[in-house]
C-alpha cells in the first residue's frame, strides 16, 4: 500500500512498522520504486530504486519533510521519465551538477573578479576602487552568477538602464565599458565567444562629460588666488592650497606627495604618474620650495607631505576632497573652481599669454608626449626650458595676485 503522511510522520528509529526492535536504518515501501528509509539517528531519506542496463540501482530524492510525501513521488515520476527515454537518472543528475560546477566557475562574476586582480595592481587605488564598486553594486547582483558565455545584449543593456533610471547615465556607460573589459578577457581566455557589449553602441542616450571647473581668466584667477591666500586652516591644507596652482599637478598626486620623493635643495620632486605609468619631474620654483621648507618641520619625519588630519603619525595622505572642501569654506564655487581646475588655467594662460611652447606645456602636465617618430619623451626632455616655464609660472602668479596688469587671453577672430 503506498504510505501516507500519518505513518511518514509516525515512523519511528529502532522500531519497524510491524513492531520489531532494530538497531539498524529500515525501509518503508511507496509504489513505483520509491522508498522511505528511517536511520537509526532519526533522519528520514527519500530513495528511489530502479534498473538500468540489467544493473540494480538508486537513487537520492531528499529528506523528509523538506521534501514531502508528494514532492517526492514527482521527483520519481521524473527519474522514471528519463528511463524510458534511455537515460540513466543518477548519470543525469552527475552531469547537471558537473554543468553547474562549470558554469559557477565561469560565472561572470568570477571572471570578472579574475580580470580585475590581474590589472589592478598598474590602476590608481581610486580607479580600481570604483571599478571594483560597481560590479558589486550595479552588475553581480543582476547577472554575477549566470555562466558568462551565456549572458547576452539585452540582459546588460537592462544591468545599464537600472543605473540610468536613477539618473547616473556616465555611471551606466562606464559600466558596460567595464563589462566590455571582462568579456573581451573572458574571449581571450577561451570562456566566452565574443562580446555582446559590441551590440549595444547607440543602445543608451549619449552623454556629455562635465569638463573640471577652472577660472582661466588672468584678472579672475588673481582674484582667486588673494582669496585662497585668505584661507585659515590647518598649515597643512594652507601649504597644499598655495602650492596647488603653482606645481598644477592632479589633485591625487599632490595629496599624495611623499617627502622621500622630494629634493627641496635641487628644487626638484620627481615621482611614478599612475595614470600614464611613466615617471615625472616638476622643477619646483622658488615660491614652492619655500612653502615646502615651512611645511617640513610639521610634517618633514612622516611619510606625506600632506597626511591626513586623522593620522599623526603621517603614514595615511589627506583625503581626495581637502583642497576642495577648503575652497568651498573659502566661498569658492565648485561650479567656478576645482584643485583639477589649476591644470587647465596653467595650460591656457602658459600658451595664450606667457607664450610658451605647448610641448613644454603637455610635458610638464605629465601628458603622454611623442616625438615625430611616435616614441615617447623621457621625464628629462626639454628640462632646463620647463625649469624657466615653471618659475615664469610662479612670478606671474604672484604679479597678478599683487595687482600688477594682466595681460588679456588672445583670442581668435571669429
Same mark, same amino acid.
Given at each position: 500500500?503506498?504510505?501516507?503522511?500519518?505513518? !511518514?510522520?509516525?515512523?519511528?528509529?529502532?522500531?519497524?512498522?510491524?513492531?520489531?526492535?532494530?538497531?539498524?536504518?529500515?525501509?518503508?515501501?511507496?509504489?513505483?520504486?520509491?522508498?522511505?528509509?528511517?536511520?537509526?539517528?532519526?533522519?528520514?531519506?527519500?530513495?528511489?530504486?530502479?534498473?538500468?542496463?540489467?544493473?540494480?540501482?538508486?537513487?537520492?530524492?531528499?529528506?523528509?519533510?523538506?521534501?514531502?510525501?508528494?514532492?517526492?513521488?514527482?521527483?520519481?515520476?521524473?527519474?522514471?521519465?528519463?528511463?524510458?527515454?534511455?537515460?540513466?537518472?543518477?548519470?543525469?543528475?552527475?552531469?547537471?551538477?558537473? +554543468?553547474?560546477?562549470?558554469?559557477?566557475?565561469?560565472?561572470?562574476?568570477?571572471?570578472?573578479?579574475?580580470?580585475?586582480?590581474?590589472?589592478?595592481?598598474?590602476?590608481?587605488?581610486?580607479?580600481?576602487?570604483?571599478?571594483?564598486? &560597481?560590479?558589486?553594486?550595479?552588475?553581480?547582483?543582476?547577472?554575477?552568477?549566470? $555562466? @558568462?558565455?551565456?549572458?547576452? $545584449?539585452?540582459?546588460?543593456?537592462?544591468?545599464?538602464?537600472?543605473?540610468?533610471?536613477?539618473?547616473?547615465?556616465?555611471?551606466?556607460?562606464?559600466?558596460?565599458? !567595464?563589462?566590455?573589459?571582462?568579456?573581451?578577457? $573572458?574571449?581571450?581566455?577561451?570562456?566566452?565567444?565574443?562580446?555582446?557589449?559590441?551590440?549595444?553602441?547607440?543602445?543608451?542616450?549619449?552623454?556629455?562629460?562635465?569638463?573640471?571647473?577652472?577660472?582661466?581668466?588672468?584678472?579672475?584667477?588673481?582674484?582667486?588666488?588673494?582669496?585662497?591666500?585668505?584661507?585659515?586652516?590647518?598649515?597643512?591644507?594652507?601649504?597644499?592650497?598655495?602650492?596647488?596652482?603653482?606645481?598644477?599637478?592632479?589633485?591625487?598626486?599632490?595629496?599624495?606627495?611623499?617627502?622621500?620623493?622630494?629634493?627641496?635643495?635641487?628644487?626638484?620632486? &620627481?615621482?611614478?604618474?599612475?595614470?600614464?605609468?611613466?615617471?615625472? *619631474?616638476?622643477?619646483?620654483?622658488?615660491?614652492?620650495?619655500? *612653502?615646502?621648507?615651512?611645511?617640513?618641520?610639521?610634517?618633514?619625519?612622516?611619510?606625506?607631505?600632506?597626511?591626513?588630519?586623522?593620522?599623526?603619525?603621517?603614514?595615511?595622505?589627506?583625503?581626495?576632497?581637502?583642497?576642495? +572642501?577648503?575652497?568651498?569654506?573659502?566661498? @569658492?564655487?565648485?561650479?567656478?573652481?576645482?584643485?583639477?581646475?589649476?591644470?587647465?588655467?596653467?595650460?591656457? @594662460?602658459?600658451?595664450?599669454?606667457?607664450?610658451?611652447?605647448?610641448?613644454?606645456?603637455?610635458?610638464?602636465?605629465?601628458?603622454?608626449?611623442?616625438?615625430?617618430?611616435?616614441?615617447?619623451?623621457?621625464?628629462?626632455?626639454?628640462?632646463?626650458?620647463?625649469?624657466?616655464?615653471?618659475?615664469?609660472?610662479?612670478?606671474?602668479?604672484?604679479?597678478?595676485?599683487?595687482?600688477?596688469?594682466?595681460?588679456?587671453?588672445?583670442?581668435?577672430?571669429?
Amino acid at each position: 500500500m503506498p504510505l501516507s503522511d500519518t505513518q !511518514i510522520r509516525n515512523a519511528k528509529p529502532g522500531l519497524t512498522p510491524q513492531g520489531k526492535q532494530t538497531d539498524k536504518s529500515y525501509k518503508m515501501g511507496d509504489s513505483g520504486g520509491l522508498y522511505l528509509e528511517v536511520a537509526p539517528s532519526g533522519g528520514k531519506w527519500w530513495r528511489f530504486k530502479y534498473r538500468f542496463d540489467g544493473k540494480q540501482k538508486r537513487l537520492s530524492l531528499g529528506v523528509y519533510p523538506d521534501v514531502s510525501l508528494k514532492a517526492a513521488r514527482e521527483r520519481r515520476d521524473e527519474a522514471r521519465t528519463l528511463i524510458t527515454e534511455g537515460v540513466d537518472p543518477a548519470e543525469h543528475r552527475k552531469a547537471a551538477k558537473a +554543468a553547474k560546477s562549470e558554469r559557477a566557475a565561469n560565472s561572470f562574476e568570477v571572471v570578472a573578479r579574475e580580470w580585475v586582480a590581474k590589472h589592478s595592481p598598474n590602476w590608481a587605488k581610486t580607479h580600481a576602487s570604483r571599478t571594483i564598486n &560597481r560590479l558589486e553594486g550595479d552588475v553581480y547582483p543582476w547577472i554575477g552568477s549566470k $555562466a @558568462i558565455a551565456e549572458i547576452e $545584449a539585452p540582459e546588460l543593456l537592462t544591468v545599464a538602464r537600472r543605473i540610468e533610471e536613477r539618473g547616473a547615465l556616465e555611471t551606466a556607460h562606464r559600466v558596460l565599458s !567595464i563589462c566590455g573589459q571582462v568579456f573581451r578577457y $573572458a574571449v581571450a581566455t577561451g570562456r566566452a565567444k565574443r562580446d555582446p557589449t559590441r551590440d549595444l553602441r547607440g543602445a543608451l542616450p549619449p552623454y556629455k562629460g562635465k569638463h573640471f571647473a577652472a577660472v582661466t581668466e588672468p584678472d579672475k584667477l588673481a582674484e582667486l588666488l588673494r582669496t585662497m591666500d585668505g584661507y585659515e586652516g590647518t598649515l597643512t591644507v594652507r601649504c597644499a592650497l598655495r602650492l596647488a596652482p603653482l606645481v598644477f599637478v592632479r589633485p591625487g598626486e599632490l595629496r599624495q606627495a611623499q617627502w622621500a620623493d622630494i629634493d627641496l635643495d635641487a628644487a626638484e620632486w &620627481r615621482y611614478h604618474v599612475t595614470k600614464t605609468d611613466t615617471q615625472h *619631474i616638476v622643477p619646483l620654483s622658488t615660491q614652492a620650495v619655500a *612653502i615646502l621648507r615651512e611645511l617640513e618641520p610639521l610634517t618633514g619625519r612622516g611619510h606625506y607631505a600632506f597626511p591626513s588630519a586623522r593620522n599623526p603619525r603621517g603614514d595615511r595622505p589627506m583625503s581626495e576632497n581637502t583642497v576642495n +572642501a577648503a575652497m568651498r569654506r573659502l566661498g @569658492i564655487p565648485k561650479d567656478e573652481m576645482s584643485g583639477h581646475g589649476f591644470r587647465a588655467a596653467a595650460r591656457t @594662460i602658459l600658451d595664450e599669454v606667457l607664450g610658451f611652447r605647448p610641448d613644454f606645456i603637455e610635458h610638464q602636465l605629465a601628458h603622454a608626449v611623442r616625438d615625430p617618430n611616435g616614441r615617447a619623451y623621457n621625464r628629462t626632455a626639454h628640462l632646463p626650458e620647463r625649469r624657466k616655464m615653471m618659475q615664469a609660472w610662479a612670478d606671474y602668479l604672484d604679479a597678478i595676485k599683487s595687482g600688477a596688469n594682466v595681460t588679456p587671453i588672445r583670442r581668435a577672430a571669429s
